[in-house]
């Protein structure tokens, strides 16, 4: 997989990388299409994180209630837990990073076609995480 973001003004990524998936995009230019995809990919993101678990094994997922009442923000950080046991492989991680990054494809494509920004979606949300620190806690 390669790794060359070093090559793009990291300022620009986000509206070089849509400019890249505009031009790239005609088969699937409806907005029904993107929608759809979007959906695709999502399902696609799940079933490699449980292919992950059920078919290559080098992660497991060992569930169970979580407990958030009367607790204060470092005992929830402490206690939260993600379920996931192990490490994801090599193989895994390759195959999520596909999927992951045909997500945002069609996320860029669902912001060229309402005339969104990415990167202005991105700070703000980044900004608003920043701003609101724990109380912005999802
Ligand atoms: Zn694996």
Do not use: P
């Not at 993600?82 to 669902?110: P, Q, S, V, W």
């Not at 990415?118 to 999802?138: A, M």
């Amino acid at each position: 997989m390669s790794r060359n973001l070093e090559v793009y003004d990291k300022d620009n990524v986000c509206k070089e990388f849509q400019e890249q998936v505009s031009k790239s995009l005609i088969r699937h230019k409806s907005v029904l299409d993107i929608i759809t995809k979007l959906d695709e990919f999502n399902a696609r993101i799940n079933r490699a994180v449980a292919k992950s678990v059920t078919s290559c094994g080098c992660i497991s997922i060992h569930a169970e209630k979580q407990e958030f009442d009367g607790k204060s923000y470092e005992e929830l950080t402490d206690k939260v837990k993600t379920h996931l046991h192990g490490t994801i492989c090599e193989n895994c991680k390759d195959i999520l990073e596909i999927e992951i990054g045909d997500y945002l494809f069609y996320l860029a494509a669902l912001c060229n076609t309402l005339e969104l920004d990415l990167f202005e979606i991105l700070s703000q949300e980044h900004d608003r995480n920043k701003t609101l620190g724990i109380f912005s806690l999802k």
